[in-house]
């Protein structure tokens, strides 16, 4: 029987394009569906109402949501729709996915990353796991990504510097704000090894793509020049080219159908029109971030999945990862520096480009001896202006700033300072109380029900994150900021999300296998970041673009 | 990096229409026009009638005008307000609910001074304001009023506050570019195309 397409793909962002791109450029006929517009670069302005005050790239809460659920301190649970709280759980709904709104900060895992179960031992209460595959099995995708979505960087080496099979990067690094020099000057004087971040934000222009404008404006904002690596202008525009790949703008996929054998054969989707309407493929690939894959999975029950879509075994939803850490400011105030400092602290536009990773591993006693940890990258603070003004809008004594102590406020928190921050990010270990379900009484505006996801942690990610935090409060002191504050919590950033399905060999306690195909559906596939037993302890973006571009090589053998 | 945006809890809204007695119909209030205020000659704040001439009134009083640094008129923070609850994706019952908090603020200004709110001093009006701040749906509507202010200070000039820039130049604010175009706001983005009509 025909099919309307060779692939169907579901979602368009990092885990999807690599897929859409290889295969398209191989001769298969691709159909893209995705739920969000296609905004292109002439769409995208430093515009904050646009990128972070209104819900222009995400759905209304009220048409669609979450029902997140919070640990109380007695232990109970707490759920509540984020229509009522306002907790907005959505990243970018667009083609290309939130890789359009990223900073770009790019790590690979490590090798023991893949198996941190036998390097690091079982902890209570997590459900940690080796991967089915070594970071050998991926060391020539990471590379890959490099040069397909465009990486810039340098390549310094140190002590957990992971393995590479080419000597650098192929972009140099971006454009570097001055206050890295004293954040190297700190960490010199402290003993540490401070490293240039990379950044998938090209430097100088390839690929028919320009190359970083430096605007100062990166992350939550779509990039007008094209030199972010986002799925959409790195991948999709040339998939589009070919001729075999369609993208289907706001089609909303709400069920998978298959047959009594569990083989897929029709994605159902409504259309702009909000009609339902179906399309069938030889071949699914799944990738809308991992809460909506686990979502639409466990509402795609079928014959041989009465549960939903591999979920055989009651492991479909389950371990999702969000990333640990915590955050940090301190101020450097211009009052306390000559002109000429200060204006170089005021310069807007190039990256501090600088991470620690000294402490990946660590050995303390009172964790118990050899430790994951984790990385401590340095930005300065967003300039969205009306986000660093709300930071005022509440007095000391909790009531409404206003009148003219409210201008003295604004004034002061706009001219006086420069302000650093860091950010921590270690392994948001999997544990059985945080996972996807179908939520019960919550449908949205088509009347599926939404995700629900629970939001529990485990302790020893605030543990980790409090001696990263520490270090990294030390780099600080050592450049003589004033009024440093910090805060580690088990709050988990949307942003930075995997798991779900994660990839193993057993079926018993794996949803995919170690090709991202689903045990025991014979053509389907899941490639956003829904594979990851664990996450390591750094961004998940390049991963899930590595695996994608690997998930496609193995298709590719197939078709 | 998304702002953090509750919406009005509805009890809120229905106990502060039921103090103050819905006197609009709620669809009267919703009106909506199709795009944003285009700049003109003559200034917005000429012949303003209530509701908006004591929302100025209170926007001004929450953002003073000073020697060196501009006020709530200075900016169109109007227009702004007036941009952003006529637009498309605006909420009516957030509309709805700042639309009649004039009512309760005039209500007890006269009730407590006996004039309505633009006719006090600036005393009375903080007096007033505080006043209104104490309770929930209160300080929901001034907390609604100081964002929409904030916005209207810092937002680009296309949305029709932050006039010629003020709001940026007196922070010292240096913005982004490329900067937002009237064709492109923000919720004139990604609109699906329009529903297929029969003929």
Partial sequence: MSKDYDICVVGSGAGAGPIISELAKAGQS??????????????????????????????????????????????????????ESGWDFWNGNVVGGSSNFMSGYFYRLKPEDFRLLSEFGPIEGANIADWPISYEDMEPYYTKVETEVGISGKIIPHKFQEPRSTPDFPYPPTLEHPIVERIDAACEALGLQSLPTPRAVLSRPANGRNSCEYSGYCGSYGCSSGAKGSARAALLDAAVKTGNCEIRAHAKVYRLKSDSQGRITEALYYDADNQPRSVSAKLFVVACQAIETSRLLLASDGPKHPRGLGNNHNQLGRNLLFSAGGSGTGEFHYSKMDKLEAAALKTRGPFVNRGLQ????????????????GVIDFLLRHPNPIAKAMSVRWNDDDNLN?????????????????????????????????????DPNVRDKWGSAVARVRLGYHPHDLRVGEYLSGQALKVLRQMGAENIRYSVSGSPPANLVAGGCRFGQDIKTSVLNADCRLHDVENLYVTDGSFMPTGGSVPYTWTIYANAFRVADIIKQRV | ?????????????????????????????????????????TSPYENLKDPWLSLAEVQQHLLPTEKNAPGARDIHALVFLRNMLNAPDSDAEERGFILKGVDWLNDLSVKNHQQIFRKLSPEKKEKVLRRIETSRAGSRWLSLMMSYLIEALLSDPVYGGNRDGKGWAWLEHQPGFPSPTADKLYYKLGQPPRRRTKS
């Fill in chain 1, 30 to 83: 691709v159909l893209v569906l995705e739920k969000g517009p296609w905004l292109r670069e002439e769409d995208f302005f430093k515009d904050e109402m646009a990128c972070c005050r209104r819900s222009t790239y995400t759905p209304k809460l009220e048409d669609e949501q979450h029902v997140l659920e919070e640990q109380m301190e007695n232990g109970d649970w707490f759920s509540e729709a984020t229509s």
């Fill in chain 1, 402 to 438: 206003w009148g003219n102590e409210l201008k003295r406020d604004l004034k002061t928190v706009f001219t006086q300072s420069q302000d650093l921050r860091f950010e921590v990010f270690n392994d948001w270990l999997p544990t059985d109380d945080c996972f996807v379900s179908l």
């Fill in chain 2, 1 to 41: 990096m998304k702002a953090h945006r509750p919406h009005i809890n509805r009890r809120q809204f229905l106990q502060l229409v039921a103090a103050t007695g819905a006197s609009l119909p709620l669809g009267q209030l919703c009106a909506k026009q199709s795009g944003p205020e285009t700049r003109s000659e």
């Fill in chain 1, 358 to 373: 000294d402490w990946y591993y660590f050995n303390d006693r009172a964790f118990g001896g050899n430790t994951k940890g």
